[in-house]
């Protein structure tokens, strides 16, 4: 199905060489200061194109607001927003004609479906995330409004074998944004982009990792059992494209849970620890958030990444995508949390 | 929320430390073959007390049926079972008394719910598993008839520090019990039990890993956006209780993530790679289904180990529940995708 | 499926000749007060056995909670009740054995369903209305929190062809309860019992309809488009086994839809309409609520009336059943509005 | 919330005076042969202006399709469909200004919402079963696949006082269209229009009844408890704008419930009775399902009429919407019940 969220939820529709793909968001609440641009932003972050590192496919995703604002403020009802595709170039595609793409899911999609699109991936491109960013961006106007001060930053933390070291304090979208690979370490960011380009000249791809961080959490958000704030994490962001893990924790904590526990939980026995990625008993403690997203390499090589667009590691354009992600779960348990007027 | 599943869904309920937890299965086709015996199996497997590595509480988890049975077989009608709480003895609890438990999700409960069980861990409690195993066994009975040659089979992989090897073809489940680590390596498990047995003497506790593997799955399961296959068994899985992470594909697939694509893929240009987990495009490709979940240390240390009766390292007993969350998101979508009848 | 509401969600079990009847009550807030006291008193209101014209069916109807509460308070948990079956007396049914019961569901089941409880109604039969007592009595708990003053009655307006007056302002629950045909009009209630006793005797069976109105409704409660007040209560009370019509408006209001707009809307313009039943464009207006809902006779006639135990008239025992459903949609209504923090 | 179904899933969007309206499917399996020009006829019988009878609002209504589909076959993938407004003239309503329109939601809607479209009707508006309809055509490709000989059609049986008599046979859609009432009896037809006309003239509106029958039904269709199909039918229909009442059963339904039960059920005891309106135990019996939808008389009076343009009777362009309905209840209670392998 193709929708995501219970209160706050965004439905998704178009393949990557239709004519348009786009968002419904229902769930928004009225009154939300909304426009364009604050779509178009956050569709700019993910663009193909926006540097030497990622798909030569050009295109604009000019965003188009069909409903649910009025005088700059939502109305409460569906926010539709639609981006027409501009560049399909099927033809690029065609070359595969009726030959399964190596690494690709084109055979058990057609298991499952009968009946499949021939012009490119259809809905599992990665084009697809456009939907999400545009969700995205409307859960952060909600969430900016219902939460000041919470604040959800994500960057490379892992390109190939390139690890970043962890920050001691998240960085800003800003500093993200200032290098390519959008790792916030200038040397190491260096020495990725230089290991993507010999990938992108090899015709060879990269996985990695994305980090991300929400400071400014309010406490209690998630559910105790089915729906805990990691499992809803995890449902969004295992439902991204390449994505092979996710964990909850700051820093190493798939290497830290080899430790005992009074070495693991050390120091915390009176505040909660940033190993705990800032949920307890399934609801957020109100300490900053931390994930961790893994990447396998792309499956797009040889001579398939020699004729189509594909970006030799998406990681990069994977940072607003993982965002996006976050902030959905958020405004969704946002709105349950409210919904339940406990001890009124 | 306390429903887990769209088609085939579990409504679980009971408090650790009240009269009963239970479970109601709602979506259970008619027809399945089911019994009392079957949910006492898998309970049994889970139960307390069953050797020297897990805790002292004493519970039988007998299991009583309800409704939704007729002559031996499901009637397609609500599976209510019962499991009546023998041993609650929450006066252990009572020396916590108003203080919160270090390392425990009190205070946030308390801030979210304003009201509190101070008989213990209530809906927090590890004990909530219990109502999952008994949806894990009913969904079972029902993959048994709708595709004969599905098992699934979960064991332990690490305990603190020690790893066992990745086995060339899954253990039985028969193995895997033949110790009480649940490692199906016998000299990995003897020197995991003296390090549990280590941690129980020193009121320490002790994380590691669980690793699950689907054999016999059929092509198909999952959607290609929002409910992909990987993002079910995310959300099932991060939502056990001390679940820090959990990942796709056999053996060390966040290790070889490193990999450039070439090498990740290798081998795999023609035929389905281990390393995708059994799962492409967000549907299960027909092949083994391999997934990786990762447990902190438990938070119950020290002195609050002397008085309440927790294990020191619950993975042992983790895994029929993870064997459980497997079922469960498999009978969902078996039937899910049963619903769309693509290509008519 | 078995669930009924979207955040205040009640799940059902039990086949009326199987070992037990029950609800689990999924998303009641946390601190309201409640006791088995409470269910009890809704459960007794609809058992059998309370006068001369209801069925001999005697069952005690004993509700045992198992989960969801703690020192007299809600925990936010799921609460889940359960109702024992002492008088099956299934032997009653097995007269029909093999063959269908005329008027009844028997042959639509077996072709759903393929397997069938021979014992009796199982799922189809009345008793299963009890279930939605025990979460009506929940839902009216979290109502007379979060909105006091808002009182839901019922009453029985019509049996047969004898229609009762439209009275000028709805009844208390006592006044409905003084007489065993839940008539608040004493002249008609005992024509309406003289008709029930002859039909009884008759083996004969009569429809009617109830009247439902809430006082003290908060403005807002329900969803423009899909979700409205309307619908949702048309869903709740449509799925009453033997309703065959709902409609919205105090008295007569399918029979003033004849009129021209001018007259129906007359006096109007200014102040909401009592034929707008107090639902405006989806939406609670803050007027008084009124529906009404129509019941056909029951099929279960002659030979099979003599045999098993039935009533000759539902409508005096469904007035609690309506009442409780009315008290589901709007406990769930009422969470949903809170959930949306519109205009903040 | 603005979804609609479970499986087959309907998500409208759209003010009626912002820049378009629009639908999403969710669900629809693959593999239906479906174009622009099948939803295109159906919106254009509902279309504004088909003739002397409805409001002067011309729209051309003309849809585009934007994804979903490929080489005339929908794909398994969202469909997304998409209509502009052109003829929107807010400035007709702008004479009510601040003011709040007698008889309508404003006041209602303002009052949860906050923030309010002061350009007309919004969602409330009757704009949004064009949405509707959209989803109606689609299910209905899905049916005409899915369930060969299954065929729905509505028709106009009451305007004002005048009510048609009920057909021993339902009309063809063809009949139905062939007189601009919709009422497929051409003298009650002729002297619905005269009254039509005279309400015009008069500023003055009307309401009465749409039945509506589906012939080649499924046996098995619905659910035993909750999720009944006359649930989802009334859920479906008693959200339609300005509907007040829903019934089930063939002719006067509501007049006979008044009958003993041994003449409302005669000549039943073997065969189904056209009484039960082709539903059973809440599921289809394989009988004609036959419906009867009451209408009020809209609140868009005198001088508010004299302004906006606005039909004097919404009956007969509420036919298609009544269809649409009930081919999205069925097109998803299809799925339900495929999704469930009873005595596999």
């Not at 990725?192 to 959490?217: H, R, Y």
Request: aromatic share 6%; hydrophobic share 40%.
């Amino acid at each position: 199905m193709n929708s995501f969220g219970r209160l706050f939820r965004l439905t998704t529709f178009g393949e990557s060489h239709g004519p348009a793909l786009g968002a419904v968001v229902d769930g928004c609440p009225a009154g939300i200061p909304l426009g364009e641009a604050d779509i178009q932003r956050a569709l700019d972050r993910r663009r193909p194109g926006q540097s030497a590192l990622t798909t030569a496919r050009a295109e604009a995703d000019k965003v188009e607001l069909l409903s649910g604002l009025y005088e700059g403020k939502t109305l409460g009802t569906p926010i539709a927003a639609l981006v027409r595709n501009t560049n399909q170039r099927s033809a690029d595609y065609a070359a595969f004609g009726e030959k399964d793409r190596p690494g690709h899911a084109d055979a058990t999609w057609r298991a499952r479906f009968q009946h499949q699109d021939r012009r490119g991936g259809g809905r599992t491109s990665g084009r697809e995330t456009l939907s999400r960013v545009i969700g995205g961006a409307i859960a952060e106007a909600f969430l900016a409004k219902q939460h000041p001060g919470l604040h959800t930053v994500a960057w490379v933390s892992q390109i190939g074998p390139l690890k970043a070291p962890t920050p001691l304090a998240p960085p800003t979208r800003e500093e993200v944004d200032a290098h390519p690979t959008r790792c916030p370490f200038p040397q190491e960011a260096g020495e990725m982009a230089a290991l993507i380009l010999s990938a992108k000249e090899n015709f060879d791809s990269l996985g990695g990792s994305v980090d991300v961080c929400t400071q400014g959490m309010p406490i209690g958000l998630g559910e105790p059992v089915f729906g805990k704030l990691k499992a809803r994490l995890a449902d969004a962001l295992a439902g991204i494209g390449a994505v092979s893990g996710v964990c909850w924790g700051g820093g190493d904590i798939l290497g830290d849970i080899a430790l005992p526990g009074k070495r693991f939980h050390e120091g915390n026995v009176q505040a909660p620890s940033a190993r705990y990625g800032g949920i307890q008993g399934g609801l957020s403690n109100g300490e900053a958030l931390h994930v961790r997203v893994y990447f396998k390499p792309t499956a797009t090589l040889g001579d398939m990444a020699k004729a189509g667009r594909h970006d030799a590691c998406i990681l990069p354009r994977a940072v607003p995508v993982v965002e996006a992600m976050v902030a959905l779960v958020l405004a969704d348990l946002s709105l349950q949390t409210l919904a339940f007027p406990h001890g009124l």
